[in-house]
C-alpha cells in the first residue's frame, strides 16, 4: 500500500545522491513534499515533517545519508508519539474491549482476528454480538466464531444492544474471561443515533480499550471520521484494517500525528490470522521503501567501485558472468562482512539472520573447494563457462581433488545463481526483489 510514498521517496533520495550543496536538498524536500501531498498526508503534517527533516540533516551536515537519516527518525518520532502498540491487557481481567467504526470498515472481521490473536497467546475470549443494525451481522459473527472455535454472546430476541452488552459482560465476569470484545454497528457516515448507542455501550462497559477500526483506503476521510469519534466517544487505539489493499501510505501517519492516538495493529488480509502488531520501525522501512537496503547498498558501494558493479551488471544481463567474475564476488563479499549481518538487513529476514550462526564464508569448506575447483580450470574455461563438458569436468574433479558429484553439483548451483542474477538485474528486477520480500510473511 506504501507504494505511492516508496517511488517518490526514492525519487527524492536520488536528488542528493551525488550532491550535496543547500540547493540539492531543496529539490529532495520539494519531491518528497509532492509524494506526501500525493500519498493523502495532510499538508499540515507534511508542511512539520519537511522542516523537521530540513534542520535535522543541516544538523547532520547535508547529505544522502543524513537526509535519510533524517527522515527516518522523524517518521518514527511521528509514529510512536501516541505510546502503545498491541493489545494492553487491564490489571484486572476481563480487559474490556469496545470495537468501533464505519459500516464496512472491517469491525467484525478485526475482532475475530483480535479474538484469534488472543486465543493463540493462550487467553479465553468472549466476543459480544451488539451489531444489531445489519441484518446479517449477527450471522455473520456466529459462522466466523464457530469456524474459530470462539465464544460468542448474542441474543436473537433482545434488540437494544446496550442490554446485549450488559449481559456479555456479565458472562464474561462470571465465567472468568480474560478479554471481552464488543462488536458494534457502524453506519455509512457518522450520525448521533450512532454516536448515542456508543456512549451509552461505554458507559456500561466501561471498556479499557475502544478501538476505532479505520479503512487503510479511505484517506483523508478516514482520518477526519476517527477524529470525529475520538472527540465524542473517544479512542484508545486504531487498527488500521485492509493494510494489504493499495490504499495510499497517508493514513499511518495522518492518524498518528492529527488525531495523535497509537496505531495498535494492522489487518493485512480477509482471513482470521491475518492480523499483525503495528510496529513503528516497520513500517517506516516499508514506508521508505527498500529498509536497510538502503544502508546494505551503502555498504557494497563502499567495497566495489561504481564503474567495478555497472561491469559487473552488464555482464551478468548478457550472461557472460564467468568464474573469474565469480572469485572476484567472493572477495568483494568478504569485505562485506559475516553474512548474518547483511542477511538481516534485508527486511523480513532479520529472522533468519538470528537463527544463522556465525557462519565463516571465507574459511568455510565450502568456500575453499570452490576456490580449488576455479583454480584447476584453464584461462578459457574460467572465461566461458558454457564449453564445461563432461571431460573438461573430469579433469577439473582430479586436479582439485574432489568427487566428479562433488564438482556437477557445483556447477548447477553456479548455472541457477547466474540465472537468478540475471533475472534481478533487468529493468524492474529490484522490484521484483521487493515485492518477493514484502509477500514473505514470517512468524514472530
Ligand atoms: N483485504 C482485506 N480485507 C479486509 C480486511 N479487513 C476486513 N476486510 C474485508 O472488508 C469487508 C468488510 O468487513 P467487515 O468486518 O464485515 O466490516 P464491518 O461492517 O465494519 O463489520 C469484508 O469483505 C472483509 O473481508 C483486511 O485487513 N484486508
Ligand atoms: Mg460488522
Known sequence: MFDVLTDSFKAAINKIRFSD???????????????????????????????????????????????????????????????????????????????????????????IKLAVYLKLRKKKVLVAACDLQRLAAVEQLKQLCAQNEIDLYFDDNEKNPVKIAKEALKRANEQMYDVLLVDSAGRLAIDEELINELLRMSETLSPHERFYVADSMGGQDAVRSAQSFHDKVGITGVILSKYDGDGKGGIALGIASQVGVPLRFIGIGEKSADLESFIPDRAVNRLMGEGDLVTLAEKTSVVMDEKEAKAITKKIQKGEFNFNDFLAQME???????????????????????????????????????????????VKERLSPSILNNARKRRISAGAGLSQMEVNRFFKQFEHASKIAKKFSSKDGMANLQNMMRQQKFPR
Open 21 to 111: 550543496d543547500e540547493k540539492a536538498l531543496k529539490n529532495a524536500l520539494e519531491t518528497l513534499k509532492k509524494s506526501l501531498l500525493k500519498a493523502d498526508v495532510h499538508h499540515k503534517v507534511v508542511k512539520e515533517l519537511l522542516n523537521a527533516v530540513e534542520i535535522d540533516t543541516k544538523k547532520y551536515g547535508i547529505g544522502q545519508r543524513q537526509f535519510l537519516r533524517a527522515i527516518r527518525e522523524n517518521l518514527t518520532k511521528i509514529l510512536t508519539a501516541n505510546g502503545n502498540q498491541g493489545f494492553v491487557f487491564a490489571s484486572k481481567p476481563p480487559t474490556v474491549a469496545l470495537m468501533m467504526g464505519l459500516q464496512g470498515s472491517g469491525k467484525t472481521t478485526t475482532t
Open 332 to 378: 568483494s563479499m568478504k569485505k562485506l562482512g559475516s553474512m548474518k549481518s547483511i542477511i538481516g538487513m534485508i527486511p523480513g529476514l532479520s529472522q533468519v539472520a538470528g537463527q544463522l550462526k556465525d557462519f565463516d564464508f571465507e574459511n568455510s569448506v565450502e568456500m575453499k573447494r570452490i576456490k580449488a575447483m576455479i583454480n584447476s580450470m584453464t
